[in-house]
């Protein structure tokens, strides 16, 4: 960290004397445009080093227990994740390690029972647990948690139940410790208007930012509707919230210094409503940058919106690198530029009449100018496309304002204890009927367009091309036609580039717990072996299809033995049998736990390598792994290693 410090420092004097020698001359200024540039660089990698937590010493993988031992471990609650099927997740601060002061942040798994509660944010935990590295996924191109986490500046995790974790007292409360108390005080305030689950967890994602109470069925709903972006506090709600204020502040104006203690007010409120709505990448986002245009607006400065994205973005990056990797920072963004771009163009096509159609016309405009941002991300990460996105932002984005301003009276009036109205009644129908419609949207299946192949490469020259359009349809000039046509070959080669490289043949043995799951590729297509019913469905081979744009066939039973090119496969199931003959057998897989004298096999068959999936007993991979350390023969177990592949 200090090295980069001192190169940060150093490019920086190189620029600051590059100024001074040329800013009198012409000739060189491009050396002191280097050096800046450079300066920035060196500043970025600094920047970034210095919040890496690994870095710091006080971290606390620097005092774990060189034995693989529990550790002693004090730590603080700071945010509530979404449970999966078997724990409640939370993000913790880790106080105390083995009685010494660190620092540092873990995913900690709570197991679920019935009697649980969830942790408070800014709780004081005590436990033994062993600290362990969060693993890389077992199969190729799976979605990568750790990587995920590591973004996050979460390196490790541990499992807990909540019979060995004891809670200490507490004597200083964080600001996000308010924030989840002032939620959980709305939702308490909330209880007597007798919303459903349903309605409730809605609510809490619309307007207060926490999505991890909404059931699977309804997020997967919003998802392939193309409105999930309804349910993420970003810049339209924070632009709608801001208007509301702006008006309901707007009397202020008439006081001594109005305009600025407007302002003041303002920002206050919309800072508080960050904090209180969690303060996730896609909110500070909309929040710098609404402040920005807050003071513009109140104050009578004319504001750039480009300069105003730059500012957000820089200074959000200068304190939190790791944003730029965030997904919902990264489509924040684009759709923000992309909408500030290319609605004014496409409202110029038709000016309609009358008020409800031409609001109905900027809605349009302004949904489908935000596609020209996000799609291309979209694709990278999701690889599907909604395509009647445009319907269900046409319906329910004009409305979205009065949904909010609904919504924050009715929690208004909750907190001052007002009994059930007829406007909660209201607001519950409203988000009934949301959930509805976009039921309803999520069930056309066949405007749903899944399991899209998209490369980084892909991503790069979509954003030229539509970048080159733009400034086609600005200036109508012939180099941007030209660029414009050449990124559509361009474009056009990558899916060629794509098909060249999935020639070639391998064999698969993916890992999945209590099932065989095989896969054979052959050039673009991918034949899938297992005892499960349509496995070419499962999240496992869908995922490996989609990164490598493969054509997934229909499920078969697993054969007994492949044969791959000049070697050959085994497969010993339940039955135990392994009688072959005439057949010099390579590798042998074992599955679904067969009883059999493993030294035997290897004597009978005399394989090259042994291995183990992940639908066998673990006492029974164990046996296995001391038999072919004892016999010098390579073992290979799918549920430590991961997916074993076979190149032939």
Not at 91 to 103: A, F, G, H, I, P
Not at 194 to 202: C, F, V
Not at 212 to 239: E, F, P, R
Not at 268 to 289: D, E, K
């Amino acid at each position: 960290m200090l090295s980069s410090f001192y190169i940060s420092v150093g490019v920086t004097l190189i620029s600051v004397l590059f100024y001074f020698l040329f800013k009198k001359k012409n000739n060189h200024t491009f050396l002191f445009g280097i050096a800046t540039y450079l300066t920035f660089i060196a500043f970025g990698i600094f920047v970034a080093t210095a919040n890496e937590d690994l870095n710091k010493k006080g971290h606390f993988s620097n005092f774990l227990n060189e034995t693989n031992t529990e550790n002693t471990i004090v730590f603080r609650v700071s945010e509530l994740l979404k449970p999966n099927a078997f724990s409640q997740r939370y993000y913790v601060d880790v106080l105390k390690l083995n009685n010494e002061t660190v620092e540092g942040k873990v995913l900690i798994n709570v197991a679920k029972d019935t009697l649980q509660t969830n942790l408070p944010i800014d709780g004081i935990y005590l436990t033994n647990s062993n600290i362990v590295e969060i693993k890389p996924p077992l199969n190729p191109d799976q979605f990568s948690y750790k990587n995920y986490l590591e973004k996050q500046q979460v390196h490790f995790q541990l499992y807990v139940n909540s019979n060995n974790i004891l809670q200490l007292k507490n004597n200083a409360n964080t600001l996000s410790g308010y924030a989840a108390s002032f939620r959980n005080y709305i939702n308490k305030k909330l209880s007597p208007y007798n919303y459903s689950n349903d309605q409730l967890s809605i609510i809490n994602a619309l307007i207060l930012g926490q999505r991890q109470h909404i059931t699977k069925k309804v997020y997967d709903s919003y998802t392939n509707a193309g409105a999930i972006h309804i349910l993420a506090v970003s810049g339209l709600h924070v632009g709608i919230i801001l208007l509301i204020l702006n008006f309901v502040f707007k009397p202020v104006e008439r006081l001594k210094n109005g305009r600025f203690t407007k302002t003041i007010i303002l920002l206050i409120l919309l800072w508080m409503y960050a904090l209180i709505a969690g303060g996730s990448a896609s909110i500070i986002r909309a929040t710098t940058m609404f402040s920005i245009v807050a003071i513009g607006m109140n104050l009578k400065r004319p504001t750039n919106i480009y300069n105003t994205l730059t500012i957000s973005v820089f200074v959000l990056l200068l304190i939190k690198p790791n944003f730029l990797f965030d997904v919902g920072f990264q489509l924040s963004y684009a759709a923000v530029i992309a909408i500030v771009s290319f609605q004014p163009i496409l409202e110029r096509i038709w000016t309609p009449k009358y008020k409800l159609t031409n609001l109905l016309w900027k809605t349009l405009t302004v949904t489908v100018s935000a596609q020209f941002g996000i799609i291309p991300i979209s694709l990278y990460y999701f690889h599907q496309f909604p395509s009647l996105f445009w319907l269900s932002n046409l319906i329910v984005i004009p409305f979205l304002g009065v949904i909010l301003g609904l919504g924050l009276l009715v929690i208004t009036l909750s907190i001052f204890g007002l009994p059930k109205t007829i406007l909660s009644d209201a607001f519950g129908m409203v988000i009934n009927w949301m959930n509805q419609f976009f039921g309803w949207i999520s069930n056309q299946e066949s405007f749903l367009i899944v399991d899209i192949p998209f490369t980084f490469l892909q991503v790069v020259i979509s954003y030229l091309l539509i970048f080159s359009i733009y400034k086609l349809l600005q200036i109508k000039n012939y180099n941007w036609l030209k660029l414009s046509l050449v990124m559509v070959i361009g474009l056009q080669a990558t899916y060629i580039i794509n098909r060249l490289e999935t020639k070639g043949d391998s064999f698969l043995v993916f890992h999945k717990n209590r099932a065989t799951l095989i896969g054979q590729k052959h050039n673009n297509t991918l034949a899938v072996f297992s005892d499960l019913q349509k496995a070419e469905r499962n999240t496992i081979i869908r995922s490996f299809a989609v990164k490598n744009s493969l054509k997934t066939l229909s499920t078969k039973p697993f054969n007994s033995i492949y044969k791959l090119k000049d070697k050959h496969l085994l497969i010993v199931d339940s039955l135990g049998v392994f009688n072959v003959k005439d057949i010099k057998i390579d590798y042998v897989l074992l599955t679904q736990s067969p009883k059999l004298n493993l030294s035997r096999l290897i004597d009978s068959l005399n394989p090259q390598v042994i291995i183990a999936d992940g639908n066998n007993y673990k006492s029974y991979i164990y046996r296995w792994k001391e038999t072919c350390d004892k016999q010098k023969l390579p073992f290979y177990q799918t549920g430590k290693t991961g997916a074993f592949i076979i190149e032939y």
